[in-house]
């Protein structure tokens, strides 16, 4: 199949200098999986962006949290996609749900930060999946495609992209999708590109999971056929994160 397990690491608002240089030191001391079997990709705040990717290992790479919709300008507090570039960092998550939830960005405006981010050369872990209430109303595989849609329609090559499903539910909740759950919304997500975008990039794109991935249930979700990876929260704070990496060794054994 030849879709690349991918593992990112959101460590969202957390860390001081002394933390940082802790997590990177742990992540450079690790024996993971070589490069052609992972690709492993850390998310600090804005502010540690320099310092870590000055420090982490090179087969290692940073993503920012967010950038903004369109160039820099008089937009205070906002990173626009062009710094990113400017420092060398090669990615950013956008449309993560918390700032769907607490800064109200809708579909179309995540969709438009895809579209922005990439035409400037940056790569995109674009975020989407359901509430529980959505979950539990039979909205999921909609709410989903909706979202999708959103990035598809502004969005003509997605070899850039990599889309990470977190159910809302799920997210720093202790509550995990069981690995059939999410093989379910995977298939379900990789059938519309393939119907509305085309069976190629349906094939190629990476569709990785989030929400409460750890140690210990990494490996069976990993395993299943549509689960190209993990977007990681509070774990990848952690030592498990290096056990979590090394959970895309079951693709290779699959």
């Known amino acids: 199949m030849g879709r690349k397990f991918f593992v990112g690491g ?5 860390g ?12 450079n001391a690790a024996e993971v999986p070589s490069q052609d079997v992972v690709e492993v990709v850390v998310s600090p705040p804005f502010v540690f962006l320099p310092v870590v990717k000055a420090s982490l290992r090179p087969d290692f790479h940073v993503a920012a949290q967010n950038c903004w919709v369109k160039k820099g300008g008089a937009y205070t507090g906002e990173i626009s ?22 800064l109200g960005e809708s579909n179309e405006f995540v969709g438009d930060k ?20 959505q979950r539990e109303a039979g909205t999921t595989v909609a709410v989903v495609a909706a979202q999708t849609k959103a990035i598809a329609e502004r969005v003509s090559d997605w070899t ?32 519309w590109l393939q119907a509305n975008v085309s069976p190629q990039v349906a094939e190629s794109t990476r569709i990785i999971y ?25 774990a990848s704070l952690k030592p ?4 979590i990496i090394k959970a895309a060794e079951v693709k290779k054994s699959a």
Not at 10 to 14: A, D, E, G, T, V
Not at 240 to 243: K, N, P, V
């Open 240 to 243: 498990e994160f290096i056990d």
């Open 210 to 234: 989030g929400g409460s991935v750890n140690g210990g249930n990494c490996k069976e979700l990993g395993g299943q056929t549509d689960v190209d990876g993990f977007l990681v929260g509070g």
């Open 160 to 191: 850039n992209v990599v889309l990470a499903y977190e159910p809302v539910w799920a997210i720093g909740t202790g509550k995990v999708a069981t690995p059939a759950q999410a093989q379910e919304v995977h298939f379900e997500l990789r059938k």
């Open 10 to 14: 959101n460590w969202k608002c957390n």
């Open 81 to 102: 996609a062009e710094m990113l570039v400017n420092l060398d960092v090669p990615w950013v998550i956008l449309g993560h749900s918390e700032r769907r939830a607490l």
């Open 16 to 27: 001081t200098t002394e933390e940082v240089k802790k997590i990177v030191s742990m992540l």
């Open 114 to 133: 895809v579209a922005y981010a990439l035409a400037k050369g940056l790569k995109v872990i674009a975020c989407i999946g359901e509430t529980l209430e």
